[in-house]
């Protein structure tokens, strides 16, 4: 048997502590490797899309009466509004978040701010701030409320209280009836919104070809005051080809039916904003490929997939 003494096992022992430091020294740099390749993805990930806000969606998240924000409001008084009637702003109420994308909607003939409130606190939860307005008059035609929107828009980015909690580069517009005319007007004067959804909007102009902002069309089948085969049909069917666009026709519906608490309505409108107000390619499973005819879809139209 071979023996050893403890001075012959000492250099052999030095050398092999000096060999585990060496694997150890390497193994260390491969891990700081590592983790900063892993870092540059992260970053890399979010760079693409600093605008994400909030969780995973599903279809049960946006079907839900509410988002996974906590919302407040503010009122704005209409002595305190330049070119529109005031109306009420509800905002998530964290700022853990950062800015958050924005929309200004407009009721529609004859109607007040209230026929279309159930949309704020709704679409405020899933990450958006939302101003509902009243108009000047009551009976302001689509073009006067298309400037109604724009001048609300600015007031929320420059002047609101929550001016602070808005990425003015992000907005849309929506709105019901005239209010729906007004937001193709809205769109038209100003390019830059990201995000049009005129809600059975009624115009006595057909054509929109000069429509640069991605735009959903909703309608409704049992519609008698702005039939779709009047309104919303050939207000689709005249938008660039080349424009993200779609045409949600509802199936048992009336001009009406944007005045109430409409999960058809809520899910598609959140889906449309989120994708292209807040370039969130999470959401675009929901519109394409296109929704299929159901119970409460009596035809979707679009264009897939989306471009913006």
């Known amino acids: 048997m071979q023996q050893f003494t403890e001075e012959s096992r000492t250099p052999t022992a030095g050398r092999n502590k000096g060999r585990t430091r ?3 020294t390497g193994l260390a740099a491969l891990m700081a490797v590592g983790a900063l390749m892993t870092s540059g993805t992260v970053s890399a990930h979010g760079a693409d899309n600093p605008y994400e806000r909030g969780p ?7 079907e839900a009466s509410r988002g996974p924000y906590s919302v407040s409001q503010t009122s704005v008084s209409s002595l305190s509004a330049s070119g529109f009637g005031g109306g009420t702003i509800y905002y998530p109420t ?6 958050f994308g924005a929309v ?9 701010e209230s026929s279309i409130a159930w949309l704020g606190p709704r679409l405020a939860s899933q990450g958006f701030v939302v101003f509902t307005i009243d108009t000047l008059s ?6 006067s409320r298309g400037r109604q929107l724009l001048a609300a828009l600015d007031h929320l980015t420059q002047r609101s209280t929550v001016r602070g909690r808005v990425d003015a580069t992000r907005l849309g517009v929506m709105g019901h009836s005239m209010g729906g005319g007004g937001t193709l007007e809205a769109a038209k004067s100003r390019p830059s919104l990201q995000a049009a959804i005129p809600l059975t909007g009624w115009h006595t102009d057909k054509t929109w070809p000069e429509l640069r902002t991605p735009t959903l069309i909703v309608g409704a089948d049992g519609d008698t005051v702005a039939s779709v085969s009047s309104h919303s049909e050939p207000f689709y069917q ?11 026709e509802l199936n048992g519906a009336s001009h009406f039916t944007p005045n109430s608490s409409n999960t058809t309505i809520a899910k598609y409108s959140i889906s449309w904003l989120k994708r292209f107000i807040d370039n969130d390619t999470r959401y675009e499973q929901f519109l394409c490929p296109l929704p299929r005819p ?6 979707y139209r679009g264009n897939c997939p989306h471009t913006g």
């Open 238 to 248: 005249s938008l660039p080809s080349t424009l993200d666009k779609a045409y949600l």
């Open 104 to 112: 200004v909607i407009s009721p529609g003939f004859t109607a007040y």
């Open 22 to 24: 060496a694997v150890r």
């Open 94 to 99: 964290t700022t853990s978040d950062g800015t």
């Open 138 to 143: 009551t009976v302001d035609q689509p073009a």
């Open 294 to 299: 159901s119970s409460t879809i009596e035809e």
């Open 56 to 62: 995973a969606p599903s279809q049960s998240s946006i």
